[in-house]
């Protein structure tokens, strides 16, 4: 069953979505990845 993440509104801080991602990425073999929040300022 593959998993799915949710990453929640980081504020406009590229190094937590960053840090996420490489995280996601080494533990799961595929999946779903669902962002949450505005990811634009403004």
Known sequence: MP???AIG???G???LLDAALVAIE???DGG???F???????
Request: net charge neutral; no cysteine; glycine share 4%.
């Open 13 to 15: 801080r590229f190094d």
């Open 3 to 5: 998993f799915t993440f």
């Open 36 to 42: 949450l929040g505005d990811y634009v300022y403004r």
């Open 32 to 34: 779903t990845i669902v």
């Open 26 to 28: 080494a533990r799961a």
């Open 9 to 11: 509104d980081l504020h």
